[in-house]
């Protein structure tokens, strides 16, 4: 199925997805240098880095909950979607927490926001492959000739047709 948010014929989530991903994933690039030279400059880029994620991942959640929308119900698409969509809540709730605990001293976080953003990144991880398995393997958001029940890439099985 292709995508119902588009742009100049571009499905727009798959557009967005970009940066909330590198941005959120540099912020603890940033918290390593912190932690490494105690360098609260780098404490701060974290905390400005992680508010732009969160705007923009909740920028590229609108577009993936409009084509989320539109799969089939009752499909493997319609699962991991789900799945990918609620994991990436999570993530920004993650980020949004641990921003929340930086905000008093953006130079100097607490453990606690460094942690929640490291599981953030990983849980990103995940949601990443889903999202990942809902294009590549899938095709939702690519084609209408998608092969929404297709059964997982880590199965080593064909995904039982072409997508057109």
């Known amino acids: 199925m292709e995508a119902r948010a588009k742009f100049l014929g571009h499905p ?8 909330p991903l590198g941005v959120l994933g540099s912020s603890i690039v940033f ?10 400059k780098w404490a701060e880029i974290a905390f ?3 508010l732009v994620g969160v705007i923009s991942g909740l920028s590229a959640a609108v577009f993936g909950l409009i084509d989320w929308l539109a799969i089939p119900s009752g499909t493997r698409a319609k699962r991991v979607g789900l799945l990918h969509g609620v994991g ?5 709730l993650l980020f949004v927490f641990g921003w929340l605990l930086r905000r008093p001293a953006p130079a100097s976080p607490p453990a606690l926001a460094v942690v929640l953003s490291f599981a953030g990144v990983g849980l990103a991880v995940v949601t990443g ?5 809902l294009v590549n393997r899938l095709g939702v958001g690519v084609a209408d000739g998608a092969h929404l029940d297709a059964p997982s890439s880590l199965s080593g099985s ?3 047709g072409e997508v057109r």
């Open 48 to 50: 400005w880095m992680i």
């Open 158 to 160: 064909p995904t039982g």
């Open 31 to 40: 918290d390593i240098a912190y932690l490494i030279t105690a360098g609260g």
């Open 129 to 133: 492959w889903l999202g990942g398995e």
């Open 88 to 92: 990436n809540v999570v993530v920004v």
């Open 12 to 19: 727009i989530h798959q557009m967005l997805i970009v940066f």
